[in-house]
């Protein structure tokens, strides 16, 4: 049977099209291997099947194959919070488990499955298909290394700091909108809080046990992060997977979709020219210019980010 590698993006535009590439760069490397994305569809936000990006992507790239799941229905939802946001990125792969597992055990049938890359928010599918088939599991951290040592820092936090948000009289900062006292916060919003709290605890510690972390990065942009992952920093008490620094992965493709506000091409001008000609610009000139050469350098033939693709898929073969 033909090898596959199935991906299984969390549905928040930026993650899914980052898996996409992350897809594109392993057939690319691997020309024999094939590669499944599973796709699940959050309700309020329909998956852009007209999108050139993904109309096009059978042709362009006629070993990806997509594969959208039934939709499922997420508990309703009584305020807007964002809080409310987050966790449904992490409810819908809940729901969907079943569904996934279905999925799988279709997929066996024609495919030899020779690993699952699930995004950090699907960390409910990692238990669920792990008890049920014998497939390694890996996750994907769609951003950097910075923020992904201080996502696994957080089981050793959770035992240091044993009050709950309410009892820690602490100020929350609200996105800059308005400050309000822990010791304030209204009972809803603090039961939230923790829920979503706790889907990021979970995931830190589910993160651990994988066969290994695929980040959106390279070692030579972000390697005190990385050396303080390697080196057990994070979380001393727990062994850490194999790590593959195969970014920085951009949808350069990305277009502007209908009803979507992005930022003008001349409000882009403007600012473009202001970091042209102040003196204001010139570092950050200096430092876009060297993250840009080194993002580049790692991307290249030889590159740290070819390398540890190389030895992602060599670790598939293991598997």
């Given at each position: ?5 199935v ?39 329909p ?28 508990p309703p ?23 996934l ?9 024609s ?12 960390s ?9 088939h ?8 769609t ?84 050396q ?19 970014g ?8 502007e ?22 003196k204001k ?39």
């Open positions: 049977m033909e090898d596959t590698i991906l299984y993006p969390s549905p928040g535009r930026g993650h899914l099209f980052c898996m996409v590439e992350l897809g594109k760069q392993i057939v690319k490397h691997h020309p024999s291997i094939s590669v499944t994305i599973i796709i699940s569809t959050l309700p309020t936000e998956f852009p099947v007209d999108d050139p990006y993904f109309s096009t992507l059978p042709t362009t790239y006629p070993s990806i194959t997509l594969i959208h799941l039934p939709k499922v229905s997420l939802i009584t305020s807007f919070s964002p809080l409310d946001f987050v966790a449904s990125f992490f409810e819908l792969p809940e729901l969907s488990n079943t569904n597992h279905q999925t799988l055990l279709n997929l066996s049938k495919f030899n499955i020779k690993a699952l890359i699930i995004d950090f928010f699907c409910a599918a990692f238990e669920f298909v792990s008890s049920r014998n497939i390694p599991i890996y996750f994907f951290f951003s950097g290394a910075s923020g992904l040592s201080a996502f696994l820092h957080l089981p050793v936090l959770d035992k240091i700091f044993t009050k709950s948000l309410k009892d820690l009289d602490v100020i929350i900062d609200l996105h800059g909108i308005f400050k309000i006292p822990s010791k304030a916060m209204p009972a809803a919003i603090c039961d939230r809080s923790h829920k979503v709290y706790r889907y990021f605890l979970d995931t830190a510690k589910l993160m651990m046990k994988s066969a290994g972390i695929v980040i959106n990065t390279s070692e030579l942009l972000e390697h005190r992060a990385l303080a992952i390697q080196e057990g920093k994070c979380d001393p008490n727990e062994p850490v997977p194999p790590l593959f620094c195969v920085p992965l951009v949808a350069l493709a990305l277009r979709a209908e009803g979507e506000q992005f930022v003008t091409a001349p409000e882009l001008e403007e600012r473009l020219i202001e970091l042209m000609n102040s610009g010139e570092a950050v000139r200096e430092s876009v210019l060297k993250l840009s050469e080194d993002a580049a350098a790692a991307k290249s033939d030889g590159g740290s980010s070819c390398v540890a693709m190389a030895k992602l898929l060599d670790s598939f073969k293991k598997g």
